[in-house]
């Protein structure tokens, strides 16, 4: 009887203790090009937030919209939209639309070695180059030498960004060497005078990045807080967070930290362009 009595002292403790000791923990896991910008959230949300834990890691845009589905995160932090049929596997599995947030705003920058003489592209030679028709940088007003290409994997959001943005969904060239992480991708650039990259603006360090044109005919144009927001640099996007349903409690509070005025102060400071 005592140790009846003495199992059921132990199960009420336990219930009493569980909830305290999940609480204020929300994890975050999906895209690499944000995965920086979502660790500096997390790092200065936790500090002005006594108790809070935010777990945050990368893997992909599609790891994260993964997990998402498979109910193992809070949010996926996302480079790309989600498709249909991943919203619907969302609404399938749990009753629950994916519900979108627009957290940051990002260029997506093509890179160049620092002694590449080049400074701009039109979006149809970036193409050219990345599916292969254009293999020497002589072709493009470059010196007289073979391109590198240097891309991401494929359950990367920036890779389906670029393929369906500028490749216009062609298939890259099979000689394209696919990192993991945009700043694998960097590395390799920095450090391949004939190389060529792409990625989130953030990383653009100890490389060129290029302007884009959006034709022949148009001016080069740089990533920049107001390109990015009017619309005039080409390869602009949106960053996202998706929950499943609206979200509640710790999750919620996080976002709106996230979405408000030192949320919005951390995109500046990583190298992003505000949501707004």
Do not use: C
């Not at 670029?162 to 099979?174: C, G, I, S, W």
């Not at 990259?197 to 990383?203: E, H, M, Q, S, T």
């Not at 640099?233 to 709106?256: E, H, M, N, Q, S």
Request: net charge positive; glycine share 10%; hydrophobic share 40%.
């Amino acid at each position: 009887m005592q140790t009846f009595k003495k199992f059921l002292s132990v199960l009420a403790l336990s219930a009493t203790l569980a909830p305290a000791a999940y609480a204020g923990n929300v994890t975050v896991k999906g895209s690499d090009t944000m995965v920086v910008l979502g660790q500096k959230w997390a790092e200065t949300y936790m500090k002005s937030h006594a108790g809070q834990t935010v777990q945050v890691t990368g893997g992909g845009s599609g790891t994260g919209i993964s997990a998402l589905t498979n109910g193992t995160t809070d949010i996926a932090e996302s480079s790309r939209s989600m498709k249909d049929a991943e919203k619907a596997a969302v609404q399938a599995k749990f009753n629950q639309a994916a519900t979108e947030f627009v957290v940051a705003r990002d260029g997506v920058t093509v890179y160049v070695h620092k002694s590449n003489p080049l400074n701009e592209l039109t979006m149809d030679q970036i193409k050219q180059i990345y599916t292969g028709k254009v293999e020497n940088w002589k072709e493009v007003g470059g010196p007289d030498a073979k391109i590198t290409l240097y891309s991401r994997e494929n359950n990367s959001g920036t890779y389906v960004f670029f393929k369906e943005h500028v490749l216009a969904n062609a298939d890259f060239a099979a000689r394209a060497q696919t990192l993991p992480g945009t700043a694998a991708v960097v590395n390799a650039v920095a450090r391949d005078k004939n190389g060529v990259g792409y990625g989130g603006a953030a990383y653009a360090k100890n490389i060129k990045p290029l302007k884009v044109k959006k034709d022949a005919a148009s001016v080069g144009i740089a990533p920049s807080a107001a390109t990015v927001k009017d619309g005039s640099y080409a390869l602009a996007r949106a960053l996202f967070f998706y929950t499943r349903g609206a979200p509640a409690g710790d999750v919620k509070a996080f976002i709106d930290w996230v979405a408000g005025k030192d949320g919005q102060k951390v995109v500046t400071e990583v190298g992003y362009f505000p949501a707004k």
